[in-house]
């Protein structure tokens, strides 16, 4: 599609009621990122909206389906709105609308959209005590991939950008992991590689009926996460960016890592978050030196 094409296209009425519904769902979720978002240009701005959009609607259906045969359904929806709209520009709802335009512009990979879709389908069947291998795959899809996608976005697309996507995708991840632990547990989920609940004596290896809320408020919890938090930690340490926004999403949540190893989950019903003062600071910092 020409440059005037698709100007023609996003001045469309139908591109612009589908930007602003789109927009109002990233809004709406209240999530660390739109704050990370609103420091990129419009056009940026307006096709990260569509990729967390895309990523808030495939992960509501893993997580809200009332049965996983319905989510797999809902999946198997999405991979087709997918490969039709790299195929044959097919456009089927606001988000496809929205994404359309960033897929040509900046090069996503259906694969990498594909890959968000596959991994919420591992987490629609209720992922409990993964061994390692499992759960880098599943931060492979759920996070990398997207981090791809965002990387994309920002105007890099070369070996160092996509190491740092590799990287930050499973930083993130297993940051969320090591934040939601009781919330998850509650929607029957443990991300917890099994690895390291055996090498505590949380788990047998052998043992394949786990009871989840045991495993969660065993005393020796603590340590399985301040591994595993380790790991996250080397991840980020492996991340280097000049990009703005995105070195603004790793201050946050690496500064959520820093809480939760400080606090050593003690408390793990507690959902650990940044101050609205804390963000605004970290955000000042973030963008007044270089990394």
């Not at 709406?28 to 609103?38: N, P």
């Not at 990523?55 to 049965?67: L, N, Q, T, Y």
């Not at 809902?74 to 709209?85: D, F, S, T």
Request: aromatic share 8%.
């Amino acid at each position: 599609m020409s440059s005037m094409v698709m100007s023609d296209y996003k001045n469309s009425p139908a591109y612009k009621s589908a930007a602003e519904a789109v927009i109002k769902r990233v809004k709406s979720a209240k999530t660390s990122f739109e704050l990370g978002l609103r420091i990129l240009p419009k056009e940026k701005r307006i096709a990260m909206y569509a990729l967390y959009a895309f990523c808030r609607e495939v992960d509501d259906i893993a997580d809200d389906s009332p049965s996983s045969e319905i989510a797999k359904k809902g999946l198997a929806e999405w991979q087709n709105k997918i490969e039709k709209l790299f195929g044959n520009n097919e456009i089927q709802d606001d988000i496809c609308a929205v994404l359309y335009p960033a897929i040509l512009e900046h090069g996503l990979q259906k694969q990498d959209l594909l890959d968000v879709i596959d991994g919420m389908e591992m987490d629609s069947v209720a992922i409990v005590a993964p061994d390692m291998k499992t759960l880098d795959e599943y931060c492979d899809k759920v996070a990398s991939a997207v981090g791809r996608s965002f990387i994309r976005i920002c105007g890099d697309s070369d070996e160092a950008a996509m190491k740092t996507a590799y990287h930050l995708g499973r930083a993130f991840q297993l940051t969320n992991i090591l934040r939601d632990i009781y919330e998850d547990a509650q929607r029957g989920r443990l991300y917890l590689p099994r690895e390291l609940l055996v090498k505590h004596n949380i788990l047998k290896p052998e043992e394949q009926h786990i009871d989840i809320q045991k495993v969660i408020f065993n005393p020796k919890l603590p340590y399985v996460c301040k591994e595993l938090s380790d790991i996250a930690e080397h991840h980020y340490e492996m991340t280097k960016t000049s990009q703005k926004s995105i070195r603004l999403m790793k201050t946050f949540y690496r500064n959520i890592l820093y809480q939760l190893r400080q606090k050593n989950w003690q408390d793990i019903t507690k959902k650990e978050s940044l101050s609205k003062m804390k963000k605004i600071k970290l955000l000042i910092m973030t963008l007044t030196r270089t990394e």
